[in-house]
């Protein structure tokens, strides 16, 4: 659970009311990113933004959203994470170079962001802040291509990543999804209208229709000409990735045009046959697993309840009293019910182990409110690699699964059984199978070749002298 | 569910760490008010305050929290309404007098508030804000009495309405019950150090123990002699408020000695005695009635599931688009799962009907998704009467069910079928019966005779004359 | 030179653009003080207040002007003193009370301020300041009289003390002057509207015009009924603050009704009668002296020229470096001209001394820069008694001239002579005799007699067991 | 008078209170910039800086200064302009680049600041404002050679144009100025540590040593090393700014080695000499002619006084009322004094005129004060052209000397006489000849030919082809 999706993206082209939609459509995809949120708007030829630290409701008001006319948009919010936590790394990112002006959001990961950025610097650049996304502003800018879709073409096919980006200058809009596909992006329409967006729950609040996902490797040109498709990218094989339909979007989306809520059923049901219990009820530790659970009780027939209950007023830092609190991080976060726990057999379902930590406190709060027997089902196999792919996880040695087996982590957590769900079982409840999505974290199989990444380094750095 | 309560409150004698605890305690009471956090301390003779708007996790910081030492404090969570939303009502309200200095917070109403002002101001007092709470202070001040536990003791006892109050001057902290007891207010012990707090929850979060209510009627003082009771009150007859128990205490409090998650459970189970239905699965508008409605699934057989998603960002204003969404209002906070609404009969459980235009929202927005047939239970009865004791809902004329019997607003919310929990399945769904809770939002008939009160007030006009 | 003045008011009455007049006034006032000022109208019957921290320009902006419509406004600004320095001092001090609403604006000090206070608290008012202003404003909350004017003079009448104020309610302005006249107040008129000001700089910036001064125990109303005088105070001899005159006024002020420009002209030419000194070239210690330096310049034939430049961009705290330097708090205000004094034998003039300290670093800074004899002249006699009417000065035995000789002071701040003007001359310079002024600060004759003062507070304490 | 300077600089190497030391040289150099100011300095390794919008005692306070370590610093004081009036533009500017990070602080004026931005532009340089300091970084980031000195010296010899600059980095410090030397820069001492500021006044602030100017041309590197001159540049004529001594400079520095002081004396006699007048008083408009006007009168036998007051409190923005005031501008700023001019004929100096705007408004107000008679001495000759070294004044169609004779500004300003002083007068004044003064603004012959200035563009543009 401790894990981070990098952010949520929506575009808009050809509305007149274009701030306030995306400002709902951001407010939608809010769980992708409570860092920051910004929306740009092009008007009279030149692009505005407002940006700031915060929950979308929190940025925007009536006041800076009627200072964003236009019939054009594209917005972003951003998770948050410590240390790179800064305003210069919000966005959308807006810059001006010599052909004019860019606004850029970017949800996703640039495996060679850091080599990129030494070339740059190399041949003079300056660089305002830390993220990956200014290092794709400054290739853009560095290019000579004619049109704006060749520069960001040319400039996007320099980077090895995962991702989904938009593009907007003052005429058109880009948007781009990697050619492996990692990240979900989708288009809708309204009335007349154009829609991108993360997730399809950004279309539904503004009554927007789903029309299809953006296919892997496909650049999207939105412009005073309708829509264009391009495919500048050599083909790879799609590698979505699956913890986008476990974990991450909203139950109520189409993801990789998929339905999250009956996925999350299915997983429940799925857990339930491979890793049957004897238990008087069954719950999850919420709000994500809730509908994991339900798919095991309605398997298996135990019971569905609510165990814990989760505090929604969590703020980003939390002051600790001198005298510690005992499983103080949990607390903060869940309440036990007594009277449901007391005395039964209970199965806790949750969607996957990343570190351990937070979930052993969670066992002996239960414990503590008085469940007689604890019976752990993860809706995921073990993760036991890292992800180099936008996903905010630890490196494989702080992964528990990477340096234990589940009879040690059943140990570590103190539970009377844990099991985790098959690989093959995540798949099939996804609809899938091995070579359907990404399963780096489980299996180690990552879809990009690391050596190959540094090969692209060294002839990026080459060509930086004589074309950057 | 359009109903909020007034405040919560937290208190903490001799315990080195009161500022952090009381923090923690006003956390877990976040619920009970959002709008503005207040602590006080009492540090080397004098009293310390760190208030401001917003909720708990973001007014106080580590720098603040440090900078109010001391062993006692009390602490205040205030709800947010429109138009009296200022820091000047922000508690704890400290002020300077006469004999010292005072804190006050504040969970209720005062019925004479205005009349009471009128005679404060006449004899010229002058005051900074708008609330009850200033008055009651005035009060205070203007007393004669030598210990301030007589001169709060005289000053509330001018004050008719429904409250649970605390004082803390230098020396003592006192919590008052009103006599009705419609506000709850619990005793709790950490170690050596005393805790008062509106709901149970609050002694958790501190690893402190429960002890037991403080009374109706009772006013508790905590000081160096220790604790003690005292009844200055004429006695009245016991009238809880029963919505703390249907709809704003937190599941995994104790309230009025009775554990809430146990009784919604009761109330869901009652509900389907009462008005069974036949339909393929039932959920609940969340988050408040999930327990109820996995009471009802439990008692009938239903299967429970997610109909409805519920938005956990909402800031305190929102912005529409100008050309207006449907069912706006409804969509912001929740959103339908479609998968699971697809073509079923549903059970909808809510609390409570006030005014029907939110529910009605909901229901457009549950068929739009594609249920075939939409029965919604209600786990309480039609409230038909206005509430005086410190709820905020509208008057009598704003209810639906004030000038709608149920099967007109069965109609006007467009469901197929609609019922109301009976006053006697809600009362002894929460071991009680006519006499033991208020209910006086269903039936009319209220604790407090109002002619008596009109009494009161020219008594006091009169009095104050010579008096105050 | 270490002296300040208590606040600067202004009142206009039928004046279409009331607030940005007012807003002028106190432009011209900003030498009174620096720390605060506010602007009340009264608007549609009830009365609007832009109050901040900081200097006049700093506080209004076009915004928060637009924001005070009406066609009266009394000002104020207020002046920098450390501790009492909060927002909740700042004025106009705005209340509400059982009456209605007043505007409060105040220049000076009540000597039984305290006495006052402590009344009013044992009967049981709450103040929110500390400011003596407050409690003039909950005696008029007290006061039963029918008419406004009646209860201002009442309320005044309580109150011993130097001062000038200003009363707004929605329908009069009432303007107040002691009766021994010790602070200023003039009346002006522009068009067909009203105007009162401390000083008559004020009147010319708005292109008004000076009628005369508010009398000594003159109480002005000014309504739809035009202007009406009352004398409701017992008569006393008139004692304005002769430090007006020499030190606080704008030198393009009148001031009760003396032109400051022309008196401090006069009090440098008899300085140079009465201590005449054998130097090449006088000079002043600026800004305030600069007038006198040149009328003892005129009178002795020495050349006039600057010594020192005075810095204007000092702001409220002095970051001092860690190794200490030389003189550094007169080195931060004043820079020496070294090219002018090298070697020369030069008088130096200022308006008073008051402890000392920073003389005798400013007379370190000229000799360091090479002046070859240092003659200091005072265009005051020697300050040997502490101010009680609003004069920011140190009490007696903070006040060098308590405890030193002349001789002796000369000696401590190392001049070759040092001379004071005669308490004749200063009072002949000002037009004016030994019963002209409150030479209180010289002669330790102070006009009320304080052991009277001690009768009113017992009397008003009992009093106020009775009516209040 | 309304021309402004561009800023002022200070370094300190080698003083273990350096941030403090150099907060003193700016504030001591705030009359050169009160838009912004900033402080960087180098502790363990890496470059700290505080930069914000105010005056030097605003924007600093002792917690950031604590948070400024290190033993050597750069600090900058930004005039303030409309339009460029931005964060992003407040120096020092800090940069990360390829080889580390760099600290920039500049005085001046790059003449082809603008050619020099599209060639990084075209070649695919970011730029966050809109200043010619961030071109002049941008062009160090691009240069390849291995030493900060090299980088910075070729970069800076790409830049035609006016200005005195500090370059920091974690090991050095490098001041230059230009080979023309238009804008002062001077070395100096305070115990072993070495100083470099614009003028004078900001060694003696920090108890320092005036050592010499930096010569025109001059780059000067401060390192463990000690102290290097490098005379990188083509040798130019020497073209210090003479209106840095008529104007900029404070009295009490030395400027081009001349004391500022006794110049602007001498500019008055010989103003006396060339055009003497018949009148009872001479003064100034204030400040800065007062030192003029006081040399007027020693040679003319005139006495001085002070006729015009200045208002010291003017904020960045002005409210005007509804109803215009007459000379609204000039009354903000300026008050006369009546006594004095009642009836005299007048002598008034100013050290220039530039549009004549406001001299009409203060002439008016003088005259409406009573003066008989006006007659205007001017301390620098007739402005006829623009300045493109870094002075804000007009272009020449603003200039009133550009398109009116003497006789007709005489009429349009409507005084009884006026008189300029001569170039000769001016020079000699200030000790120099022809050849020793930029004197564009009053000959309109440039020091840098702009036809060259054009070549310039065209071959960095084709460099930057193959180099950049």
Redesign the interface.
Known sequence: MPMRDECGVFAIWGH??AA??T??GL??L??RG?ESAGISTVSEGSILTHVAMG????V???TN?SNLPGHCAIGHVRYSTTGSSHICNAQPLV????RGQIAFAFNGNIVNAFELR?CL????????GTSDSEVI??LV??QKEESFLERVSEAIKKCSGAYSALFMNQKEIIAVRDPFGFRPLCLGRVGGAWLVASET?AF????GEYIREIHPGEVVRISDQGIESFYPFKEEKHRPCIFELVYFA???SLVFDR?V??VRHRLGQRLAMEAPADADLVFAVPDSS??VA?GFS?QSGI????GL?R?????????????S??DFGA??KY??????LKGKRVVVVDDSIVRGTTLRKIVKMIRKAGAAEIHMRIASPPIRYGCFYGIDMPSNSGLIANTHNPEEIRRHVRVDSLHYLSVEGLLESCYGSMDSYCTACFTGQYPIDFSQLHETKFALENRALVE?
Chains 1, 2, 3, 4 share one sequence.
Do not use: W
């Open positions: 007149p009311d306030r939609l400002y709902l407010y939608s809010q769980h409570q929950l979308v409701p929190e925007f008001n009536s959203i810059r001006n170079y010599a030494q610097e190399e041949s003079g650049s300056i660089f305002q502003v400054h800018a560095r729950c539904d609040i503004v009554e909203r139950p109520d339905d809520n009956e809730n509908l339900l309605q019971p569905f309840d609510f209950m505090n929604h007023y969590i703020g980003r830092t939390f002051i600790e009293p001198e005298q609190i005992r607390k903060i309440s036990p019910l007594r009277s449901t950057v």
